[in-house]
Nanobody, 118 residues
Framework: QVHLEESGGGLVQAGTTLRLSCEAF????????VAWFRQDGGKERELIAA????????FLADSVKGRFTISVDSAKNTLYLQMNNLGPEDTAVYYC???????????WGQGTQVTVSL
């Protein structure tokens, strides 16, 4: 059984930077696709960044392309989401996820709130 724990969220001003972390306990990210999703209020959960199991295939949603970067530190068993130039539209609860496919993850973190003010 794997447990994913996010951290790094908070309240920040527009234009600033945050890095979210997602540490895996019990299992590793090795051989799995990993992803970050976000959900703002009653809207549908949105896939924003993903990394394939080989580490060579990545996905970034158009809304975050050029600003966000996804990466994994295998030695620390931790997935990261580097978020630059944040705007109010990035306000949401951010979830990390792991699975055989980034479109159908099996394991989810509990979520971390990111709020961006003007």
């Amino acid at each position: 059984q794997v447990h994913l724990e996010e951290s790094g969220g908070g309240l920040v001003q527009a234009g600033t930077t945050l890095r979210l972390s997602c540490e895996a306990f019990g299992r590793t990210f090795s051989s799995y696709s990993v992803a970050w999703f976000r959900q703002d209020g009653g809207k549908e959960r949105e896939l924003i960044a993903a990394l394939g199991s080989s580490g060579r295939t990545t996905f970034l949603a158009d809304s975050v392309k050029g600003r966000f970067t996804i990466s994994v530190d295998s030695a620390k068993n931790t997935l990261y989401l580097q978020m630059n130039n944040l705007g109010p539209e990035d306000t949401a609860v951010y979830y990390c996820a792991r699975g055989t496919s980034w479109n159908d993850p099996v394991n989810w973190g509990q979520g971390t709130q990111v709020t961006v003010s003007l």
